[in-house]
């Protein structure tokens, strides 16, 4: 008779359990559904298309066998984006923007398939930062920042990483150039990240080595895959953590045509199994260190990770908006960067 009880017990609560995992995830799945509304359009900030693309296409190119870390494509990608960082007028930290580090792979993975090593070395790998001295509080700092590695080549196929990340560091760069031409109130540093398709590698090994004081370290602003989506959607992340940071989305938001929607940060158990973002990329870094952080991103396509993520398959005219909607985030973090915290 005590253990049909138990039994039964530990069924309803298995029952409850369910119930509430359902209920959760149709309540978080409605909240993120709803992009953020738009209201009157205001048109944001110009951007250089033709230079956006053109950047875009340069770093995704055959040519750069697909920027894996250490590797030959890897150099030609510093060796540009050195060069725009140079163009646009970027102040560097010491002698040069790039800021090398060793970096050691591990995967838990690999014990379990032959041929594959546990452990895995990257001696050279690469950060390259810049960074623009604000004209109001210049101690007080943003990072803007995106991985410019992907994942090289397999299978005698190049992977170009067009949106995957070439499309970060374009928009990167972007941001950059109106903050030159627009000097910010506060410091603002920016990241090209190496090794961020091996862990972050480039994002710790950064952070592990400011160079600025950890205190003057505000807010990241991290963008990866940025220009595609065919439901003209994407997604900023991090408000879960960050709740101060909504009101500076949604006015972006209200400056767009871009659809704007918000989720995919909290644990999935919290969240009904919706899939968790806040340690999809470099911002996880940020986040582990306690510092705030919005990502910015769209949803996987199909040409995610593969030899098809090609810039010809990009829309120059939604890429252009998004990257619009970033600079205007960009500007009103920079202004409201004494308040976030």
Do not use: C
């Amino acid at each position: 008779m005590k253990i049909k009880r138990i039994i039964i017990i530990v069924i309803s609560l298995a029952v409850l359990a369910i119930a509430y995992i359902l209920m959760v995830e149709k309540v978080e799945t409605a909240r993120i559904a709803t992009p953020l509304e738009g209201g009157t359009v205001i048109s944001g900030p110009a951007v250089n298309t033709p230079v956006l693309m053109a950047d875009v296409r340069t770093l995704a190119s055959p040519v750069f066998k697909g920027r894996l870390t250490g590797t030959g494509g890897s150099k030609l990608a510093q060796a540009y984006i050195i060069k725009r960082f140079s163009e646009i007028g970027l102040q560097p930290y010491g002698a040069g923007y790039a800021v090398p580090f060793a970096y050691t792979r591990t995967s838990i993975g690999n014990l379990f398939s032959p041929g594959k090593t546990y452990k895995s070395e990257y001696p050279d790998a690469t950060n390259l930062v810049g960074y623009i001295r604000g004209s109001k509080a210049p101690n007080r700092v943003m990072v803007v920042s995106a991985h410019y590695d992907h994942l090289g080549e397999r299978g005698g196929a190049v992977y170009a990483g067009a949106d995957d990340n070439a499309s970060g560091v374009a928009a990167m760069l972007a941001v950059a150039a109106h903050f030159k031409q627009h000097p910010p109130l506060h410091t603002v540093v920016f990241a090209a990240f190496d090794a961020e398709e091996l862990g972050s590698g480039g994002a710790n090994a950064f952070l592990k080595s400011l160079p600025f004081p950890r205190e003057q370290l505000a807010f990241n602003l991290n963008l990866d895959m940025v220009s595609r989506n065919d439901s003209n959607e994407v997604w900023a992340s991090g408000l879960y953590h960050n709740p101060s940071l909504k009101y500076l989305v949604a006015a972006a938001a209200r400056h767009s045509t871009v659809k704007v929607k918000t989720g995919h940060d909290k644990p999935m158990l919290m969240a009904g199994r919706v899939e968790d973002w806040t340690y999809s990329s470099d911002h996880r870094s940020f986040h582990a260190a306690g510092v705030p952080f919005l990502y910015f991103g769209v949803a996987d396509h199909a040409d995610y990770h593969q030899p098809t993520d090609v810039a010809e398959k990009i829309d120059p005219a939604f890429y252009s908006k998004v990257t619009s909607l970033l600079i205007d985030v960009a500007l009103m973090a920079d202004h409201n960067l004494q308040s976030i915290q």
